[in-house]
């Protein structure tokens, strides 16, 4: 075993590469061409802005993502908490001197980016609670005081995010962290009885809302109330899906968009334009890509000998699924509009580097299958 540690640590650069998972790297490049045409799209047939910076971000965090790639499985081991504590002191900066828009306050201007430091904590909280879980023994994991420092390390990002305000960005990190625990051993009765005390204490819990996230909830419930005020973006998206047909209208030639009738179209509704377009078959072929992407991330896990790489890939898989899946339900008026990207298609610096990132940690583990960590 210490041989084989050695030997696949002093692997040469072309050893590497070799062993990089190409199937990965091409769904990767695939879905961000598609990305590319979308956002193109949606500034009207035209290189503008939109499509120039999703451009710049798409070629420099896929280099930074292939870079990441080189590093030894065992950097991201032993610098996972300090990872952490990095996020939560960038979510405690931001709480003070970020960039305030529309009332949220969750960015910092690094002038060559705009940075948003929960985007960035969905990766360190996986990252994080993995090594927690590493070396920690099955019988450990159901403790008192293994469950307690589980979800504080879950509910103190949790709540500086809930603070700027937004809701829906701590719901997806809350979820990547459970995970976690329950890969690493917490007994499910734990959480079906966190899951009826959530039920129970519901109505109290929506009674700290914000006025806006209380009406994403009954427009949620029945768009129709207000179709020309909170109750325009869902009912506009619906319209543009159920337009496309099977086939869709054609790449350029979406109406909803076109005439402006979908705004955000660019960032969390990007999956309705493409929709419309590109239609049920189009859409399909999209949900087969990521699904490829997760069902390879799983398989990295599933061939890594250090628990740490597991852990780490299966979370980044089940968080990309969750991102994916919260999306289309949001768009699809199955769910309250909560402000999720959809992984790379969805315009935002962000939200695409913690994703590639999280891409570059899982080709890491792929690259160091066979190493394990003490």
Not at 224 to 236: F, H, K, M, T, V
């Amino acid at each position: 075993m210490f041989q084989q540690d050695r030997l696949n640590s002093e692997l040469t650069f072309i050893q590497k590469v070799k062993k990089l998972d190409y199937i990965l790297i091409f769904s990767i490049f695939l879905l961000s061409l598609i990305s590319l045409l979308v956002m193109y799209s949606t500034d009207g047939g035209e290189i503008l802005y939109h499509t120039k910076s999703h451009f710049v971000k798409l070629v420099v965090f896929f280099l930074l993502m292939l870079a990441i790639s080189f590093f030894n499985i065992k950097i991201w081991h032993f610098s996972s908490y300090y990872i952490y504590i990095a996020g939560l002191i960038l979510l405690i900066w931001v709480s003070f001197y970020g960039v305030k828009v529309s009332g949220s306050q969750r960015w910092i201007d690094l002038y060559f980016i705009v940075l948003q430091p929960s985007e960035l904590m969905k990766i360190g909280i996986i990252l994080c609670l993995a090594k927690y879980y590493h070396r920690l023994k099955l019988d450990n994991a159901n403790s008192f005081l293994s469950i307690v420092i589980s979800l504080s390390i879950i509910l103190i990002p949790l709540i500086l995010v809930l603070a700027q305000p937004d809701l829906g960005t701590s719901i997806l990190i809350a979820l990547s962290g459970l995970i976690i625990l329950w890969l690493g051993g917490v007994k499910v009765k734990y959480f079906i009885f966190s899951f009826i005390t959530f039920l129970i204490s519901l109505p109290f819990i929506i009674s700290f809302l914000k006025p806006y996230q209380k009406l994403r909830i009954l427009t949620f419930l029945d768009p129709d109330r207000d179709p020309l005020g909170a109750g325009y973006q869902i009912i506009q998206s619906k319209i543009a899906i159920g337009s496309g047909g099977l086939q869709g209208k054609g790449f350029l030639k979406g109406t909803q968009s076109y005439l402006d009738f979908l705004p955000e179209k660019h960032t969390d509704f990007i999956f309705t334009l493409f929709s419309e377009e590109f239609g049920f078959i189009g859409s399909i072929v999209l949900l087969i890509i990521y699904t490829i992407i997760i069902i390879r991330i799983i398989r990295i896990g599933a061939i890594s000998r250090s628990n740490f790489a597991k852990l780490f890939c299966f979370g980044f898989a089940f968080a990309i699924f969750i991102y994916i899946v919260v999306n289309l339900a949001m768009v699809l008026g199955l769910l309250p509009i909560v402000g999720s990207p959809l992984p790379i298609m969805s315009y935002g610096g962000s939200s695409m580097l913690a994703t590639m990132i999280g891409f570059g940690i899982v080709m890491s583990a792929k690259i160091n299958h066979k190493q394990m960590i003490a």
